[in-house]
């Protein structure tokens, strides 16, 4: 066991890890030391290969097959250098007022998020992108929206040099998408930040304020900062941000459920479809940016966002129900599938959480209620409306009773995918939005911590990443995850000189 002394220890470099480096990092300049402890490989720029299992396997904690405890839903997060930014999309959207409403968390001030989120659109090059980047999958949503009456925006995205190879979700291999690995992460270590990648953080030690972690030798990436072998680090502040299913675990495994009830607790994880409409003629997918419009008509009557999308063709062919001639002949066929991506604006219950099995790994209890499942099955119906606009021949449709809707019964689509067609095992969600564990809120006995990411009771320790959100972000989440972020670290800021060496 080696003994390091850092002044400021950060667990996990993703969208609010990065930020909060990066925030913190001109103390260094005063002698401050910052490290960030990063479980994920930092990986060289050839080894992004855009190849999808290769990747998932690099980029992706446990490949990007994470699933909760009944198996109904699949979770995808990144375990790297920059986290789940590595593999995002990089759509940019600031919170609503009337989500912020909803959370209700005194302190918590919408011009202040505002005034934060602008900034790093900025910071991160959010930017709409010009027409001749929008490719038919796209111009096909926004226009069958537009023909139906459906409210449709075009996505503010976070890329600089796209060069449209459609592989966001593989990390970029041109380095355009502007996550925290190419922005903060980079921009912390130049101020003096040391960021130790290959390191697993497994608990902290609040009587001793030290954090015990792992630095591991891998056979891909940049070798890590410190030498392979194990850690006791003692720390003045500790900043726990390994995303919500992580963060909640590493402070479960540290004993700290005791005092914190809500803590795992109220996980929320936007319940997500991949929906599919087959045209007869090609339709461009795998060029351009994948995701550049969506429609939030939905939001506020039936609980659901309708976005853009492209996968690739694993984690399409696990996406549809069924096996046998009906998938075959849809794969078959995939240079000509339009996609929709569906997003079930899922309400913060205190049952769905994540809890620690006997080996200290996190499980995660999630269940997919009945308001959820109504919202997927209409969201199915409104998203075989918007391809038969489009003009597709046939789609898929999960809860449907067959396996594809044909372009000439669009008129019965609400008898033809039925509420009841939801059938646990035969419809694949997914979830790639994964928020709440260490709640924001008043008081230890509904919430993990304070409106500034202190953890109640505990001066020294903070929370910074998505687990922050009371409820869901009803919109995509990173660009709040980083606004939340630099509360954090003006909070940290702030009360750094009252802590002890
Ligand atoms: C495929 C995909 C597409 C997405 N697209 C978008 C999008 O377009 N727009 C949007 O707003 N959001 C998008 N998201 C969501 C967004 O990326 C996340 O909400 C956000 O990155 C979460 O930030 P975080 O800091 O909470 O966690 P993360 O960014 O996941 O970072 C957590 C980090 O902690 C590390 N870690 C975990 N455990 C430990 C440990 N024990 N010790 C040390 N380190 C640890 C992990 O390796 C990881 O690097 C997408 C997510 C995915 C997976």
New binding site residues.
């Given amino acids: 066991m080696r003994d390091k002394q850092v002044d400021i220890a950060i667990?996990?470099?993703?969208?609010?890890?990065?930020?909060v480096a990066k925030a913190l990092s001109p103390l260094c300049r005063d002698g401050v030391s910052v490290a960030v402890?990063?479980?994920?490989p930092r990986l060289k720029e050839e080894e992004y290969t855009g190849r999808e299992l290769e990747m998932a396997e690099r980029l992706?904690?446990d490949g990007?097959g994470v699933l909760t405890r009944d198996r109904s839903v699949t979770l995808?997060?990144?375990?790297?250098?920059?986290?789940?930014?590595?593999?995002?999309?990089?759509?940019?959207?600031p919170l609503r007022e009337s989500t912020l409403r909803k959370w209700n968390v005194r302190g918590l001030d919408f011009d202040d998020l505002q005034r934060r989120s602008r900034k790093y659109f900025a910071e991160n090059h959010v930017h709409l992108l010009p027409d001749e980047c929008i490719n038919d999958n796209n111009r096909l949503f926004a226009g069958a929206c537009r023909t139906l009456g459906y409210r449709v925006e075009q996505?503010p995205?976070n890329v600089d040099g796209c060069r449209g190879s459609g592989l966001?979700?593989l990390g970029c291999p041109n380095g355009a998408k502007m996550?925290?690995h190419r922005v903060q992460l980079p921009q912390a270590e130049r101020n003096g930040v040391t960021v130790v990648t290959n390191?697993?953080?497994?608990r902290i030690d609040p009587a001793a304020r030290t954090v015990r972690?792992t630095v591991r030798r891998e056979a891909i990436g940049h070798p890590p900062a410190w030498e392979p072998g194990e850690y006791r680090v003692r720390a003045r502040a500790v900043i726990v941000?390994?995303?919500?299913?992580?963060?909640p675990?590493?402070l479960l495994r540290s004993g700290l459920a005791g005092d914190l009830k809500a803590l795992g607790r109220y996980f929320t994880c936007h319940p997500a479809l991949i929906l599919v409409g087959q045209h007869d003629h090609p339709i461009t997918n795998f060029s351009g940016h994948p995701?550049s419009y969506y429609s939030d008509h939905f939001a506020e009557s039936e609980g659901f966002l309708l976005e853009t999308c492209m996968y690739f063709p694993f984690v399409t062919a696990k996406s549809l129900a069924g096996f046998g001639d009906e998938p075959r002949a849809l794969m078959s066929a995939m240079d000509r599938l339009q996609m929709i991506l569906v997003l079930a604006l899922d309400a913060a219950l205190p049952g769905n959480r994540v809890t620690v099995n006997g080996r200290g790994e996190p499980v995660v209890d999630y269940r997919l209620s009945e308001p959820v499942r109504a919202s997927l099955v209409k969201a199915m119906r409104a998203s075989a409306r918007i391809f038969f606009a489009s003009g597709a021949r046939r789609v898929h449709a999960p809860a449907g009773r067959t396996f594809f809707v044909e372009a000439g019964d669009s008129d019965r689509l609400d008898d033809l995918i039925p509420l009841e067609g939801f059938k646990a095992g035969k419809v694949s969600v997914s979830s790639?939005?994964?928020?709440g564990g260490c709640r924001m809120g008043d008081g230890p006995a509904a919430s993990v911590t304070d409106a500034w990411g202190g953890v109640h009771g505990v001066p020294w320790l903070f929370v910074?990443?998505?687990?922050l959100f009371p409820g869901s972000?009803e919109?995509?989440?990173?660009?709040?995850?980083m606004a939340l972020?630099d509360r954090v670290a003006e909070r940290v800021r702030g009360r750094l000189p009252e802590l002890p060496q």
């Fill in positions: 667990i996990g470099s993703g969208a609010g890890g990065g930020t402890l990063e479980s994920g992706y904690f990007g995808a997060f990144g375990h790297a250098y920059g986290g789940s930014t590595v593999v995002y999309t990089g759509t940019s959207l996505f995205v966001c979700n996550g925290t390191c697993a953080v497994d972690a941000a390994a995303g919500a299913v992580n963060s675990a590493i995701k790639a939005h994964l928020m910074a990443d998505a687990s972000a919109i995509n989440p990173y660009i709040t995850i972020a």
